[in-house]
């Protein structure tokens, strides 16, 4: 991930941007489903698996993993998406970091969109302080449904916050209060 480019700052501001969605959509429940959150926004999510041979080519040669596409007056966007075998972790942050681009209206000139993007789609899927509540031995990765790579960055991610010594902040506090937890178990579920 690329999101050592940021700031402490802009990390934080990041991850009340994610806690703002997750209030206004009224979503509270983990592991996140990224379908369910793309339908709250409005935003059709189509699966590489859904496309005929000739789509999920043009699809593959735009992008390996996700994009997302808006018609020219952004009344409807829609996220394109590799949900295929192997690809079922990628495919739940991919379409994280896509609803990223969208929520925080990243354009192609907005400087450190991929790392903002990134570091959006990480905190919505694996949010630091809820990684502070797992108990010793379990599987960050199978909690969450995520990849053991954006397992672990969350679990460095939490260790930083837990040395940093501060007072949780307001949206730190509401994940805590407000989450229900599910457990893993993602089977099938995007």
């Not at 192997?86 to 942050?93: G, I, N, Q």
């Amino acid at each position: 991930m690329s999101t050592e480019l940021l700031t402490r700052a802009r990390q934080i501001e990041i991850e009340i941007e994610v806690v703002t969605l997750l209030q206004e959509l009224g979503i509270n429940r983990y592991p996140m489903s990224v379908q369910d959150l793309a339908e709250g926004l409005g935003i059709e999510l189509v699966k590489y698996s859904s496309l005929s041979v000739e789509e999920r080519a043009l699809a593959k040669a735009a992008s390996d993993d996700a994009f997302h596409v808006r018609t020219a007056d952004f009344y409807e966007t829609r996220i394109v998406l590799d949900d295929r075998g192997a690809y079922y972790f990628r495919s739940r942050f991919s379409g994280a970091h896509e609803i990223g681009h969208i929520w925080l209206e990243h354009r192609e000139s907005t400087a450190d969109r991929e790392a903002e993007a990134d570091y959006f789609a990480g905190y919505l899927l694996v949010p630091h302080p809820l990684v502070l509540t797992a108990s010793a031995g379990e599987s960050v990765s199978d909690l969450f449904g995520v990849s053991g790579q954006c397992a672990d960055y969350a679990q460095d991610q939490a260790r930083v916050r837990l040395r940093e010594g501060t007072p949780r902040r307001p949206h730190e506090k509401w994940l805590l209060d407000n989450v229900v937890w599910e457990g893993g178990g993602l089977v099938g579920r995007l």
